[in-house]
């Protein structure tokens, strides 16, 4: 009866995430036992358990908080991890080249304009060459330009003479431009060139900061122009693009909170914010694209990654835990809490409280103690079940282990 009392007074509950310690939102903190700050009593021994630091770190055992959640008033969606394109770079060569040496490995990082490999093409030292006789020519071509200008303000040469030599200069500065251009789109060295410095191999570089997601190359191949070689992406403005169907997108606002979890890791949780609702209507899934942003800046996140999001239309909020911290026993619902007062480097003492639930959504369960816990409390959520265990092999030998 009082487990249905209780949940009869849930109701409108929240969304946000469950967290050890070392990462947790600004929004955990406060529960409804927020106002009982003594330490936990134990009513009966058959509620409390002793485990050493060995045994909890056999049993992966681990701890964190209550936190606040939003599990009703929520809009659910999914979509991708995306980048935008001037965060990701598909890198090719302007010219074909047979790939002398590969600089970088999948995965590495890169900044602006590091070599990623070496191709070689001995078109290319004739280039080289085109460029240092046309540059010696050149010149000659400036002098006699300039010498011809001279010549004609003192009204020595002719019209036709002057224009000539100009014409011949303009020609000249564009071939040589041109040249120049080719080069250091094969990124020369233009100084070590007018050098002699002669070379049949060229560079190709990475546009962009970021890590190498693709390869698509490997020693000795030929390569051909505009082939793409390696795809360079900067996940530090990795996104997410969500899908909101038709009769939700008028709830969508820009600078509301997003909760998400990826497919490869369900048990953790994401934090984003809306900063773009899209104006293209979908009209084969009817749905609108929502754009949002990474504000809690996890590692491990990939484009292209699935994504299950809640989007938050309101805050209202209520103390939450994973379903993993919680223990059914007895058609009862229990968590373990850490009896700070007798717990020790050695050892740590926990003590079963019992629940009452609410909603649940993304792993996540809405409760309401039983009884008074200390502010803040250590509640045990992955492992549960091994130390309830423990608790009943300790059967009429005080629980103590």
Same mark, same amino acid.
């Given at each position: 009866m009082k487990k249905a009392l209780y949940k009869a007074?849930?109701?409108?509950?929240?969304?946000?995430?469950?967290?050890?310690?070392?990462?947790?939102?600004?929004?955990?903190?406060?529960?409804?036992?927020?106002?009982?700050?003594?330490?936990?009593?134990?009513?009966?021994?058959?509620?409390?358990?002793?485990?050493?630091?060995?045994?909890?770190?056999?049993?992966?055992?681990?701890?964190?908080?209550?936190?606040?959640?939003?599990?009703?008033?929520?809009?659910?969606?999914?979509?991708?991890l995306e980048l935008p394109p001037q965060n990701k770079a598909s890198v090719s060569t302007i010219l074909s080249g047979r790939v002398?040496?590969?600089?970088?490995?999948?995965?590495?990082? *890169?900044?602006?304009?590091?070599?990623?490999?070496?191709?070689?093409?001995?078109?290319?030292?004739?280039?080289?060459?085109?460029?240092?006789?046309?540059?010696?020519?050149?010149?000659?071509?400036?002098n006699d330009y300039?010498?011809?200008?001279?010549?004609?303000?003192?009204?020595?040469?002719?019209?036709?003479?002057?224009?000539?030599?100009?014409a011949e200069?303009?020609?000249?500065?564009?071939?040589?431009?041109?040249?120049?251009?080719?080069?250091?789109?094969?990124?020369?060295?233009?100084?070590?060139?007018?050098?002699?410095? *002669?070379?049949?191999?060229?560079? *190709?570089?990475?546009?962009?900061?970021?890590? *190498?997601?693709?390869?698509?190359?490997?020693?000795?191949?030929?390569?051909?122009?505009?082939?793409?070689m390696f795809e360079i992406v900067d996940n530090d403005h990795i996104h997410m693009d969500l899908l909101v169907y038709e009769k939700d997108i008028d709830k969508v606002k820009i600078d509301q909170k997003v909760v998400f979890s990826i497919s490869t890791h369900p048990e953790n949780v994401f934090y984003g914010k809306v900063f773009a609702v899209g104006r293209a209507f979908q009209s084969e899934i009817k749905a609108v694209k929502v754009h949002a942003e990474i504000t809690s800046k996890p590692t491990g996140l990939l484009p292209g990654m699935y994504v299950d999001a809640r989007i938050i239309i309101d805050s209202n909020e209520t103390q939450s835990v994973p379903?993993?911290?919680?223990?059914?026993?007895?058609?009862?619902?229990?968590?373990?809490?850490?009896?700070?007062?007798?717990?020790?480097?050695?050892?740590?003492?926990?003590n079963k409280i019992e629940i009452n639930t609410g909603a649940s959504d993304m792993g996540f369960v809405e409760v309401v103690t039983a009884q008074p816990v200390p502010t803040h409390p250590k509640v045990v959520i992955h492992g549960a079940y091994y130390i309830l265990a423990e608790m009943n092999k300790g059967e009429g030998s005080g629980h103590n282990h």
């Open positions: 007074f849930l109701f409108l509950l929240p969304i946000i995430s469950f967290g050890c310690s070392t990462a947790e939102p600004d929004s955990q903190n406060k529960t409804i036992s927020e106002d009982h700050t003594h330490e936990l009593e134990d009513s009966s021994n058959d509620y409390t358990v002793r485990l050493t630091t060995g045994q909890i770190e056999i049993m992966k055992i681990s701890m964190g908080s209550f936190m606040n959640m939003n599990v009703t008033t929520t809009i659910k969606s999914n979509g991708q002398k040496e590969i600089m970088v490995m999948e995965g590495s990082q *890169v900044k602006k304009g590091q070599v990623l490999a070496i191709l070689e093409n001995p078109e290319v030292i004739e280039l080289q060459e085109e460029y240092i006789r046309h540059t010696s020519e050149f010149e000659f071509i400036k300039l010498r011809k200008k001279e010549l004609y303000k003192d009204s020595i040469n002719s019209v036709k003479e002057f224009q000539k030599a100009k200069y303009q020609m000249a500065l564009a071939k040589q431009q041109g040249l120049k251009a080719k080069l250091q789109l094969l990124n020369y060295s233009i100084s070590e060139v007018e050098k002699g410095v *002669v070379s049949s191999s060229f560079n *190709v570089i990475s546009p962009i900061e970021g890590y *190498v997601r693709l390869i698509e190359v490997n020693m000795g191949k030929f390569v051909e122009q505009k082939q793409e379903e993993s911290a919680i223990i059914e026993e007895g058609g009862l619902s229990y968590i373990f809490v850490v009896n700070e007062s007798k717990s020790n480097e050695d050892y740590v003492s926990f």
